[in-house]
């Protein structure tokens, strides 16, 4: 069964500091990986999707890369905002989608 | 893009009670919904798969009687908490896989059901 495991649990960091959130699985057979925030109490936000057969993916200061052979995906946050405190979840697809626990970021202003 | 919408979005019910939580499809036709379940601090999990026409497929340890899916039409599925129990409270969200696009799915809000 396919394993998804993000490192660190929490992050906190000054306003204006780049950063990477880290996501590992297990099973390399994988359709995507995809990039969600979630906000407290609240769904999920799609932020990236890499396919299986792509390296990485960006949307303005977001960058997330995939090397599936080793089972990584690092997303990328440059210029961080107090705005972008929240839960990231990493998700990969194979037959159905498989979560993360998540990283919890605090930008602090 | 595509739209999920979810109802309600926070719920309160006595225990003994029974539930019934809407996912919607607005722009699109959804083949396929998925029903996950979020317990605070943790990830989420894939609880049902639900086809539109046919049995859902539940995860092990789901049980199918207390969480009853139905999937009629092609842009609503909803779930159904049988004789809620306070460990049910939890954060219910689903998923919808546009009809011939299996790589892709749409999350909606989320619904937050507290069983007292």
């Known amino acids: 069964k396919q394993e998804v495991t993000q490192i660190p649990a929490a992050l906190s960091v000054p306003e204006g500091e780049n950063l990477v959130l880290n996501c590992s699985f297990t099973d390399s057979a994988i359709y995507n990986l995809q990039w969600f925030r979630q906000d407290p109490g609240k769904g999920l936000t799609s932020l990236l999707l890499i396919q299986s057969s792509q390296r990485e993916q960006t949307s303005g200061r977001l960058n997330a890369s995939l090397d599936k052979s080793s089972g990584r995906s690092t997303l990328y946050i440059a210029a961080s905002q107090p705005g972008d405190s929240a839960t990231y979840l990493c998700a990969v697809k194979g037959n159905q989608f498989y979560f993360g626990t998540g990283t919890s970021l605090t930008v602090i202003p | 893009g595509a739209v999920v919408s979810q109802h309600p979005s926070r719920v309160i019910c006595k225990s003994g009670t029974s539930v019934k939580i809407e996912c919607r499809s607005l722009d699109f036709q959804a083949t396929t919904m998925f029903w996950y379940r979020q317990f605070p601090k943790q990830s989420l999990m894939l609880m049902a798969t639900s086809n539109e026409g046919s049995k859902a497929t539940y995860e092990q340890g789901v049980e199918k009687d207390k969480f009853l899916i139905n999937h009629a039409s092609l842009t609503l599925s909803t779930l159904t908490v049988t004789s809620a129990h306070p460990e049910d409270s939890s954060f219910y969200i689903c998923?919808?896989?546009?009809?011939?696009?299996?790589?892709?799915?749409?999350f909606g809000p989320g619904t937050r059901l507290t069983v007292l």
């Open positions: 998923s919808a896989q546009r009809t011939g696009h299996r790589d892709t799915q749409y």
